[in-house]
């Protein structure tokens, strides 16, 4: 079993890529007015039923196919009945000239596939990579590199990694706090306001470190206010960095409110406890 879970995952996740973008290129294609918008929830799900069938039958895993989609569009497919006639079709011809295969040479074969392979190349898309960033030159590359050298299964597997990280790399590298300039407070007390933009996840959660040591800075009874209405997401890792600006706050004899929180980070705080925490320690609490 643990032999066969990697492969079946790599599998598994290919043939819903291929057919969800087989699919949005037949939608793509089509000229008829009437033409519906393909269902991902049943395409996977038409997929997945038939995968589970196939292989007490002795046949290999089944996917939506680009080359024969965009053949039948072209020549005027409507409708599911056209991928039903296709697959009769090629059941009937391999069923009565499979004994005719045997003599056909393997490096005639060969050729043929590294002619569709070519063909399936797509190798405009190397010339358009100037116009990206390097985090999609280096996900494309990389992937089509290892797939070369090693083979597919290695290619996704490393190319989902490298897209996770990149990803988390890209969304850390947009979060920032920002020091507002100041504004009215009560008479006697110093207040700062920090504006937090994007996601504060685990990625970006150090972030929040120029705020816990400006606090630590200023004298004792500040008064803390967080404008979140740029911040987008909040997860536990960005929670706890906030309890930390909370302790830094309470340490000083200060007051932290959190302003214009979104539903997410609103919803997190509350369900935590950090909401209770705030009230606990005589903060003027979160505001929506």
Known sequence: ?????????????????????????????????????????????????????????????????????????????????????????LAVIVLAAAPLALHIPLAVLAGILLFVAWNMGEWHEFVRLRHFSNHYRLLMLGTFFLTVVFDLTVAVEVGLFMACALFVRRMSGLFRAELQPPA??????A???????????FGAAAKIDPIVQAVETVPAGVDLVLDASELVALDTTGLDALGQVLKAVAQRGGHLQIVHLHEQPRSLMERSGFADRLAAQGSTGINV
């Open 191 to 201: 207040t700062q306001t920090w504006r937090l933009h994007g996601a504060l996840f």
């Open 184 to 189: 009215a407070a009560t008479p006697g007390r």
């Open 1 to 89: 079993m643990r032999l066969l879970v990697t492969p079946t995952l790599t599998i598994a996740l290919l043939g819903a890529i291929e057919s969800l973008l087989c699919a949005r290129v037949a939608d793509q294609l089509a000229t008829d007015p009437h033409h519906r918008k393909h269902d991902p929830n049943q395409e996977l799900m038409a997929q997945g039923l038939a995968n589970l069938v196939v292989p007490f039958f002795g046949g290999m895993p089944a996917t939506g196919t680009i080359a024969r989609t965009v053949t039948n569009i072209r020549s005027g497919a409507t409708s599911p009945i056209a991928g039903i006639v296709h697959a009769l079709t």
